[in-house]
C-alpha cells in the first residue's frame, strides 16, 4: 500500500482546503448534500445492524462503509470542511477568506442537512410503511436515540451540556483524522483502511457527530420520539457542531499545520569543543 508521509499529507489537505472554499456554490452544495444523505443511510444501517444482531460493535464495524464511499465520491462533509478550509487560509493561499471559509461552512452545513434529512424521511416511510404502521423495531430504537441525547442531556443540565460539547470535541478529532486518513495512501484498499479505523472508534465509543444527528433527530421527530425540535437544537446539534470545530481544529487542523507546515528549523548539533592538554 502506498504512503504519503505527513509533510506531504498537509500539502495535499492544504490544496483540498483551498478547492473546496473556491467552489461553487452549485457544486458545495450537491456534494454536501450527497455526502450527508450517504453518512445518513449508513447510520441506518448501522442501527439496523446492530438491533438484527444485538451486538453494537457489529454496527460500528460496519459504520464506515459509508465514510468511505462519500470520501471515494469526493462528496463533503462540515466535519471535514471545518478542518481543511482554515488551513487553506493558516497557508495564506490566495483568495483565501475568513469570509470565503464561513461561506463554505455555511453551505456545507445547509447541504448536509437537505441530504440527511432527505434520507430521515425515506427512512421512515420504510419503517413504518408509508406511515400506515407504527414504527418497527429499528424505527423505535432511532426514536430512543433522539431522546436519550436530547432530554438525557438536558436531565443533567450545565454537566450534561459540558459532556455533550466533549463528545462532539473527541467525534471531530477522529473523524478528522479520518478525512487525513483519505488523502495518507493513495490506493483505494490504503484509503479505506486508514479512514475506517477512528470512524468505527467515534461512532462505537458514542460521541456527536452533527451530520449524523442530522438524520437521527429529524428521524426521531417523524417516529414519534418524546422530544423537540428545540431540545434537538439546543441539546444536541448546537453544541455538537461547536463541539466538532474545535475538535478538528484543536486535535488534527492546527497541529498538524504547526509541525509540517510551519517547521521551525532544526536544531544545530554543537561542535564538541577540543580539549586543551594539561
Request: with cysteine; net charge neutral.
Amino acid at each position: 500500500m502506498s504512503y504519503v508521509k505527513p509533510a506531504d499529507l498537509v500539502t495535499t489537505m492544504i490544496d483540498a482546503g483551498e478547492s473546496k472554499v473556491l467552489m461553487s456554490t452549485r457544486d458545495t452544495l450537491v456534494r454536501a448534500a450527497m455526502g450527508g444523505a450517504l453518512l445518513a443511510l449508513a447510520a441506518a444501517f448501522a442501527i439496523t445492524v446492530t438491533v438484527t444482531t444485538g451486538m453494537p460493535l457489529v454496527g460500528a464495524i460496519l459504520f464506515p462503509i459509508g465514510f468511505i464511499m462519500l470520501y471515494l465520491l469526493g462528496f463533503d462533509l462540515l466535519t471535514g470542511v471545518f478542518v481543511l478550509a482554515p488551513l487553506a487560509w493558516l497557508a495564506k493561499r490566495p483568495g483565501i477568506t475568513i469570509g470565503g471559509v464561513l461561506r463554505n461552512w455555511g453551505l456545507v452545513f445547509v447541504g448536509n442537512f437537505i441530504g440527511a434529512f432527505t434520507v430521515a424521511v425515506l427512512m421512515a416511510i420504510v419503517v413504518t410503511f408509508g406511515f400506515a404502521t407504527a414504527p418497527n423495531e429499528v424505527g423505535q430504537q432511532i426514536g430512543h436515540i433522539g431522546e436519550g441525547r436530547t432530554v438525557g442531556y438536558a436531565e443533567h443540565g450545565a454537566s450534561g451540556m459540558l459532556t455533550l460539547f466533549v463528545r462532539g470535541v473527541l467525534c471531530n478529532w477522529m473523524v478528522s483524522v479520518g478525512v487525513a486518513g483519505a488523502m495518507i495512501a493513495k490506493d483505494v484498499p490504503g484509503k479505506a483502511l486508514a479512514m475506517w479505523m477512528p470512524i468505527m472508534l467515534f461512532f462505537f465509543m458514542g460521541f456527536e457527530h452533527s451530520i449524523v444527528n442530522m438524520f437521527l433527530f429529524p428521524s426521531g421527530l417523524l417516529l414519534g420520539g418524546d422530544f423537540t425540535v428545540m431540545d434537538y437544537l439546543i441539546w444536541n446539534e448546537i453544541p455538537t457542531v461547536l463541539g466538532n470545530l474545535v475538535g478538528g481544529l484543536t486535535f488534527t487542523a492546527i497541529p498538524l499545520y504547526v509541525t509540517h507546515a510551519r517547521m521551525k528549523a532544526k536544531r544545530e548539533v554543537p561542535l564538541s569543543t577540543p580539549r586543551i592538554p594539561a
